[in-house]
Each structure stands twice: as structure tokens, then as C-alpha cells.
């Protein structure tokens, strides 16, 4: 079974998230999207990485403590998930579907949380 098959989206916290974006905007050349972040295309599973800030009072990514997030693409959670847990990791229970696709979160052995995307079928 294939697990990470790319990254899906960076998510950071930012003290100030509307300055945060106006600097990456005019020094790192990132077109932002009307919604506040920016889409890099990509041709494998789920077409887009995604950068997004978060005010730093998010408890998104609770209960991590980093001022970070990664989403890794996965071909299909609900066997990953199954797999994680059968290892002993510790895999959050909740499970999120949407027109988005289906998410789900692990923590990693540094405390750091792991969001795992499987994109909606074409």
C-alpha cells in the first residue's frame, strides 16, 4: 500500500497572518488567493500544494504545539489511518470528509501534527 504519495499543503501560524502574506506576496513572488493563501500546482494525486497562514491563536493544529503543519497526500487515508494505528502511532479518531476530499491527523514521536488528505475523485 502506498502511503505519503506528496505534499498537500504548509500551513503556518503567524502573529500577524495579513502581513505575513503581504511579505511572501512582494518577496517571494506568491500569487495569493482571494481566500488568503496560494495554490502551486502540481500533476500528481490532488493537482495543488497548498500555503496557508493561521493566526498563531489556532488551535488547528492542537494538541501540537509547533507553529506548523504539513498535509501529506495519501491514496487512501482510511487504510493508512488503519495501518498507523495498527503500528501504535497516535492517530487522531476523528475523520473529516468533504467536497474537499477526506482528512486525517496523526502526531508525530517529536509532538508535531500530521494532517493526511486524500483529494475527492475525479
Known amino acids: 500500500m502506498a502511503r505519503v504519495v506528496g505534499i498537500g499543503g504548509v500551513f ?24 488568503g493563501g496560494a495554490i502551486f500546482p502540481s500533476d500528481r494525486p490532488g493537482g495543488m500544494t497548498v500555503w496557508s497562514l493561521f493566526p498563531d491563536t489556532s488551535e ?6 509547533a507553529g506548523f503543519m504539513v498535509n501529506y497526500v495519501v491514496e487512501d487515508l482510511r487504510a493508512v489511518i488503519e495501518a498507523l494505528r495498527s503500528e501504535g502511532c497516535d492517530v487522531d479518531e476523528k475523520i473529516d470528509e ?25
Open 12 to 35: 503556518l501560524k503567524a502573529k500577524d497572518p495579513d502581513a505575513l502574506r503581504a511579505w511572501y506576496q512582494r518577496h517571494q513572488g506568491f500569487d495569493l488567493e482571494e481566500w
Open 60 to 65: 488547528y493544529f492542537a494538541p501540537s504545539k
Open 98 to 122: 468533504s467536497e474537499f476530499g477526506v482528512f486525517g491527523w496523526v502526531m508525530d514521536p517529536e509532538g508535531n501534527r500530521v494532517e493526511l488528505w486524500q483529494p475527492p475523485a475525479k
